[in-house]
């Protein structure tokens, strides 16, 4: 199913999108805080990547979208949701990938939030959370804006609680924690219920 906003449509991930995907994580830019910088082969695009996108879209109507820019009809970046073994639908992770020359004008927030409405509106999901480098302050600021909590730090296999006591905190990111900890947000379903209210009843930045 497409899902459309002001600026953009989201199109699920199709076989044609191997080139896409494979210039998109060509620029050591967009990979900093996937990869390190280095590139997806196309083997493992076509053979894990789209497969593993359109398995799960059949499973439980979730994987990755296309972000498609409805005014040049152009492919910009993708965007995901995805539904961990563990849980299922309740509980989804969101994730997406831009390229460059789009960085900064809203696009990540505007596709993620009509994707926060459908994992909550349409999915019936409780809890959506996403995951970054600490580093990563751009995607951070994205999860910000959509109303999403700092829940956790990891490094490795270590999880520090956000609302744990702070000087642990504070010691392990004082100690470079920072350039090696990953981060992590959620919004549940309650919150998600009030940005609503705060937004007058309106779905925000949908079409
Ligand atoms: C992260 C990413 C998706 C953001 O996309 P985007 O369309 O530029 O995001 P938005 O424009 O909606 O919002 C970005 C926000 O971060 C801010 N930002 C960007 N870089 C920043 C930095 N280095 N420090 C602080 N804030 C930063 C922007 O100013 C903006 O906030 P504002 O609206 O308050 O000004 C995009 O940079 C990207 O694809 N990066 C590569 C892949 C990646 O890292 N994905 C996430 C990894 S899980």
Same mark, same amino acid.
């Given at each position: 199913?497409?899902?459309?906003?002001?600026?953009?449509?989201? !199109?699920?991930?199709?076989?044609?999108?191997?080139?896409?995907?494979?210039?998109?994580?060509?620029?050591? +830019?967009?990979?900093?805080?996937?990869?390190?910088?280095?590139?997806?082969?196309?083997?493992? $695009?076509?053979?894990?990547?789209?497969?593993?996108? *359109?398995?799960?879209? !059949? #499973?439980? =109507?979730?994987?990755?979208?296309?972000? $498609?820019?409805?005014?040049?009809?152009?492919?910009?970046?993708?965007?995901?949701?995805?539904?961990?073994?563990?849980?299922?639908?309740?509980?989804?992770?969101?994730?997406?990938?831009? *390229?460059?020359?789009?960085?900064?004008?809203?696009?990540?927030?505007?596709?993620?939030? #009509?994707?926060?409405? @459908? +994992? @909550?509106?349409?999915?019936?999901?409780?809890?959506?959370? #996403? =995951?970054?480098? +600490?580093?990563?302050?751009?995607? !951070?600021?994205?999860?910000?804006?959509?109303?999403?909590?700092?829940?956790g730090i990891h490094v490795t296999d270590e999880r520090i609680d956000a609302g744990g006591p702070q000087p642990s905190v504070l010691h392990f990111l004082a100690d470079g924690g920072f350039d090696r #900890?990953?981060?992590?947000?959620?919004?549940?379903?309650?919150?998600?219920?009030?940005?609503?209210? +705060?937004?007058?009843?309106?779905?925000?930045?949908?079409?």
């Amino acid at each position: 199913m497409n899902i459309d906003t002001i600026r953009t449509r989201l !199109r699920p991930l199709r076989s044609v999108d191997v080139d896409n995907l494979v210039r998109l994580d060509s620029d050591p +830019a967009v990979m900093r805080y996937v990869s390190g910088g280095a590139p997806t082969s196309r083997e493992v $695009v076509e053979e894990w990547v789209i497969p593993r996108a *359109q398995a799960e879209r !059949r #499973a439980h =109507g979730t994987g990755i979208w296309s972000i $498609v820019d409805r005014h040049s009809a152009r492919f910009v970046g993708w965007i995901a949701l995805r539904t961990p073994r563990h849980s299922g639908p309740a509980e989804l992770e969101l994730s997406y990938r831009l *390229q460059r020359s789009v960085w900064g004008r809203g696009l990540a927030t505007e596709a993620s939030h #009509a994707l926060l409405s @459908f +994992a @909550f509106d349409e999915l019936g999901s409780d809890r959506v959370f #996403a =995951g970054t480098m +600490a580093g990563n302050l751009g995607s !951070r600021r994205v999860m910000e804006k959509l109303g999403m909590s700092l829940v956790g730090i990891h490094v490795t296999d270590e999880r520090i609680d956000a609302g744990g006591p702070q000087p642990s905190v504070l010691h392990f990111l004082a100690d470079g924690g920072f350039d090696r #900890a990953e981060v992590e947000y959620e919004i549940r379903r309650a919150t998600w219920a009030g940005t609503l209210t +705060a937004r007058d009843g309106t779905k925000g930045l949908t079409a």
